[in-house]
């Protein structure tokens, strides 16, 4: 035994190694069989759970399953690398192969067959059998045996169609067609909520792209700053600790652009995955610089509000689901009545007998079965009373789950707008901050080369210059989200273009 089959053996065995038998009796010959059995691939005994809570848990069809999932397709796609995409480029990107909406899709078009399945109520359903028999039989005739064959050859036709049911099927019907509704306005609120979030990963990107290119010149300027206190201490015109404070705020430049750079990348990688490819995939983007950036707002809230109620997928969704709940309520309620059915069986026959001493016989026929059915449930212990019961509540909760989703889109419109409000103004003070503190940057820097401002001044003055270009690329990015969740709180972003007149 090797060390590590002895490891494996005291770890079975609660830490004891394992020893085997003196001798072999009738009981170890029956756990030698029944081990044997236990392992047999696909055969003796039924999967069962772990054998303890206290070990992972492996068994040959986990391989099977290891296999199956390495077989499985890679659907991500590759970016260009080369190229420069726009945020409605991503967007298209993203719907077209993100695999939420392909989900969304497939089930609307099940709901769309679960409509047809309906819809095949309101028409018979026609079955054809074709039946061939033979029969051989001794008949008693006087004192002897007569041998008899029939041969018979049916063609039939089976016909079963509901003629009335007080709108049973229609409300089925009624039903299919709401829920095919809801499932359309699920891949429409699918859509909406991919375009927000990769709108929201691209922003992200963007403001961390624009804060790398600030922390890079905040680190530029610590850096001219490091330099100016150095070639001061040689002049005799610094002390030493004013260098050491120039190299502590270069290295915390340095700091801040790292974790600059790493927010980025992650960034990168949550972009990717909102488009549905591989984190590692480089995507080129447009600078924050060449995004037109609205300085107001247009429309009032409340034209928000009406906007997002008149076309929130979402919200369409609840109110197909009320239809659907009303659907299901008339149904309920035409249990009440009778069901009338017809039903058409017409059977063409062609039968061949021979009896023994007697040649061949044969005829031909048309017959069948031709009824109407009317079914009536007189009494049921309460079964339809609970059942209409039952719609009526489904009715009302739909309601009130629509009532509270609208509440819940008003308040969110609001807060959007607010929030948009907010980032407009900020903008406006990031700009004046960002002038104010270049000047006094460049005057401070200016006024330390003749003398008349110590380092700390020029020092703090670079700080509050890095602060500035930091603080007004996240305002420029806040108004872009603000606008981007605006869009998706009213359900513009999964509205179609406006067209345009023709000249």
């Known amino acids: 035994m090797t060390v590590l089959e002895g490891m494996i053996a005291a770890r079975g065995n609660g830490g004891r190694v394992a020893r ?23 055969g003796g005994l039924a999967q069962s759970a772990p054998a303890s809570p206290s070990h992972p848990w492996h068994s040959a069809g986990e391989q099977a399953i290891e296999h199956d999932a390495s077989q499985m397709g890679n659907r991500e796609f590759a970016v260009d690398p080369s190229a420069t995409y726009s945020l409605a480029d991503l967007i298209n990107l993203a719907e077209e192969h993100n695999p939420e909406t392909r989900v969304a899709w497939e089930h609307a078009r099940a709901q769309a067959a679960a409509l047809g399945v309906a819809r095949s109520e309101l028409y018979p359903a026609i079955a054809a059998a074709a039946l061939s028999q033979t029969d051989r039989v001794e008949i008693l005739l006087n004192t002897r045996y007569y041998r008899q064959t029939l041969q018979s050859f049916d063609l039939a036709l089976d016909l079963n169609y509901t003629v009335f049911d007080f709108g049973a099927r229609g409300g089925r019907i009624d039903a299919a067609k709401a829920q095919l ?19 929201e990963a691209y922003y992200q990107l963007l403001n961390a ?19 100016a206190a150095e070639a001061s201490l040689k002049n005799g015109l610094a002390t030493l600790p004013d260098v050491l404070e120039a190299r502590s705020a270069t290295a915390q430049a340095e700091y801040d652009l790292q974790a600059v750079l790493g927010a980025e990348d992650i960034a990168h990688g949550n972009l990717a995955t909102a488009l549905g490819t591989s984190p590692t995939e480089t995507i080129h983007v447009q600078p924050i ?13 409340d034209e928000a509000i009406d906007r997002a109620v008149r076309q929130r997928p979402d919200l369409m969704n609840q109110v197909a ?5 009303n659907a299901q309520l008339k149904q309920a309620r035409a249990a009440y009545y009778p069901t009338l059915g017809l039903h058409v069986r017409p059977d063409a026959q062609s039968l061949y007998g021979l009896q023994q001493t007697l040649p061949w016989g044969h005829t ?13 449930t007189l009494f049921d212990g309460g079964a339809r009373k609970n059942e209409v019961a039952q719609a009526q509540a489904n009715v009302r909760e739909a309601q009130s789950q629509a009532d509270a989703l609208r509440d819940q889109i008003e308040n969110g419109i609001w807060t959007a707008y607010s929030d948009l409000k907010t980032a407009l103004r900020q903008r406006q003070a990031a700009e004046a901050l960002l002038v104010a503190a270049d000047q006094s940057y460049n005057a401070s820097i200016e006024s330390y080369h003749y003398g008349v401002r110590n380092l700390v001044d020029v020092t703090q003055a670079q700080r509050t210059l890095a602060q500035a270009r930091s603080a007004d690329v996240l305002a420029r990015t806040e108004v872009l989200t603000a606008l981007a969740d605006l869009a998706f709180q009213t359900g513009d972003a999964v509205q179609p273009p406006p067209l345009r007149p023709q000249p």
């Open 364 to 376: 031909a026929d048309l017959d069948g079965e031709l009824s109407l059915s009317l079914n009536w």
């Open 20 to 42: 085997p038998p003196r001798q072999v009796g009738g009981r170890a010959l029956c756990a030698v069989i029944l081990a044997f059995l236990v392992l047999l691939p696909g």
């Open 289 to 301: 610089d060449q995004i037109a950036i609205p300085d107001n707002l247009e429309g009032s809230v």
């Open 321 to 325: 689901a009320i239809r659907a709940a």
């Open 209 to 227: 792209m624009g804060q790398e290119a600030a922390a890079r010149a905040s680190l530029a300027n610590a850096q001219t700053v490091q330099q």
């Open 181 to 199: 509704l809801a499932a359309d306005f699920a891949f429409n609120e699918v859509h909406r909520q991919l375009i927000f979030r990769v709108a």
